[in-house]
């Protein structure tokens, strides 16, 4: 595996836990600057699960503890390849690919801002998928980066990553290749739909979820997403009793 360069603090380190994910229990080492499993990367397992063949050389995009990662290689992935901004998951991915057993050639780790750091006539995948951060820059809150939550931002509109996926992914997939990707209605849908009638020969939805509002997303992000339904007239989020929920989408795309 890769190198990583950038200085990592051993301060950060949590407990270390194991997690059943898509029938496998894998063995973790926590980091509180690096993101543990959420519910939208479990249910995203389920999914790489039925994609992810034995042999198949695959990339993940965003990969914070490197859980999904390792569950490619544990379903047999020959190659995989895992990318994120954040140099801490990326070591911590590296320590987690090892503490689960796995063969140190079957996994390169790098710190890169999308593709960035893959040669431009580097080897295409077979798979590549992405659980994007979707919180937007919003001038009212202290979006300073001092916790994993900080990495949940994603530029103006929540939509910087997934617009990557959308406009780049193609470009790193063999023929037959498939791109996986999760976007919910805080990003707004309409953009969403129109990259991939840009970039995509097909898409599909595969699973449509409706969930809470998770304790980041305080009356500050609310008010934001209200304001911008106001704009646009494309609802982000809508009230179910006392708490607020969004939709969740996650698609299967062919170049």
């Known amino acids: 595996m890769d190198k990583v360069t950038a200085s990592f603090d051993p301060s950060g380190l949590e407990d ?70 954040n140099p801490d998951a990326v070591h911590m991915a590296r320590r987690n690919w090892q503490r689960n057993g796995l063969p140190a050639k079957g996994a390169r780790f790098h710190q890169s801002s999308m593709f960035s750091a893959l040669d431009a006539d580097s080897a295409r995948f077979d798979l590549v998928w992405s659980n994007p951060p979707v919180l937007p820059l919003v001038d009212v809150i202290d979006q300073t980066v001092n916790d994993r939550d900080g990495f949940e931002v994603a530029g103006v509109d929540g939509r910087s990553v997934l617009d990557g996926m959308l406009s780049q992914a193609k470009g790193k997939l063999s023929p037959d290749g498939r791109m996986l990707t999760i976007a919910t209605s805080l990003q707004g849908w309409r953009e969403t739909a129109r990259l991939l009638d840009s970039f995509w020969t097909s898409h599909t939805i595969l699973m449509e979820l409706e969930l809470e509002l998770t304790d980041e997303c305080g009356p500050l992000y609310v008010d934001w997403w209200l304001a911008q339904e106001v704009l646009d007239g494309e609802a982000r989020i809508y009230r179910q009793g006392h708490a607020w929920f969004h939709k969740v989408w996650f698609i299967e795309a062919r170049p």
């Open 16 to 85: 270390a836990f194991s997690v059943e994910v898509a029938g496998h229990c894998i063995e973790l080492e926590s980091h509180r600057m690096v993101f543990n499993p959420t519910s939208f990367g479990r249910n995203l397992a389920l999914l790489l699960r039925d994609f992810i063949l034995p042999g198949a050389t695959v990339c993940e995009v965003g990969i914070g503890s490197g859980v999904l990662s390792i569950l490619a290689g544990l379903l047999g992935a020959k190659s995989v390849t895992g990318l994120d901004v």
